[in-house]
């Protein structure tokens, strides 16, 4: 088997940590005055797995993220899946009772969130549900990587729909498609190590998989941007003071924009 044939059989985390070894120094993520390597994101990730695989053990179940959308969200998404787990992307900003539900219909056992979103969680999660909060992890919890083997056609995420005609539908994706789209992604948007990309939408949406796993797995850095928070207004000088080279968003939010 020749190297092409080896890489082609890696899920994501290892993809990611082929990349991390290219560009440790690198800047992964970027958000305001805060600008973090692809080598401390990966260190932040592997503590988090590590957390998630002690509360859970082994197993390719559905765990939630409870998080906003900067780099604590990105490196607990990482986290879940170097353990070895499904992702379940839940926004801050969605009702109590569209988290619920997607909690039982998950059946997450376990609900990855912070300080700002436990207060969230203390309201939505019920008996079987625990939290796991990773700012209270500590600082023993080691960083290197997991090294666990994860077969490609192990669940990824677990997507939910608007749910704006009745109750959300959860679409499983694996790590085989997540890889074969964002590889197309790469080469379709001639995606390049020194590249700045945009992030607009929250990471529980779809649309946000363009430019965050083409980002992640080619070393070009993702620049996430709360647009609900911040206003459309200053996308323009933001993207000019960043200087954005790949810019992914809704056709809603171009007309606006435009």
Not at 25 to 42: C, E, G, M, P, Q
Not at 67 to 76: C, I, M, P, S
Not at 100 to 120: F, G
Request: include cysteine; charged fraction near 20%; hydrophobic fraction near 40%.
């Amino acid at each position: 088997m020749n190297s092409t044939d080896h890489e082609m059989e890696l899920a994501i985390p290892q993809r990611f940590e082929r990349i991390v070894q290219k560009y440790p120094r690198r800047t992964a993520i970027k958000i305001k005055n805060r600008s973090v390597t692809y080598d401390a994101l990966n260190k932040a990730a592997n503590r988090i797995g590590r957390g998630v695989l002690d509360a859970l053990g082994p197993g390719n179940e559905p765990v939630g993220l409870l998080l906003g959308n900067g780099f604590e969200a990105v490196a607990a998404l990482l986290g879940v899946l170097k353990a070895g787990k499904c992702y379940v992307a839940i926004d801050p900003y969605f009702p109590v009772p569209r988290i619920e539900y997607m909690l039982r219909d998950t059946e997450a056992r376990l609900l990855v969130t912070d300080n700002k979103n436990w207060e969230i969680f203390d309201r939505v999660a019920g008996q079987n549900c625990t939290g796991f909060n990773i700012d209270h992890m500590g600082d023993r919890i080691p960083d290197e990587n997991l090294g666990l083997t994860i077969p490609l056609n192990s669940n990824l995420n677990i997507l939910y729909t608007s749910g704006s005609t009745a109750e959300p539908k959860g679409v499983v994706r694996t790590h085989e498609y997540i890889i074969e789209q964002s590889s197309n992604h790469i080469e379709y948007a001639s995606v390049r190590p020194d590249d700045r990309l945009s992030l607009l939408h929250s990471i529980c949406f779809g649309s946000a998989e363009a430019n965050l796993y083409r980002s992640l797995l080619s070393g070009a850095s993702l620049f996430p941007f709360d647009v609900k928070g911040e206003g459309v207004s200053q996308l323009v000088p933001w993207l000019i003071a960043e200087k954005i080279t790949i810019l992914h968003c809704s056709p809603s939010l171009f007309r606006q924009f435009v």
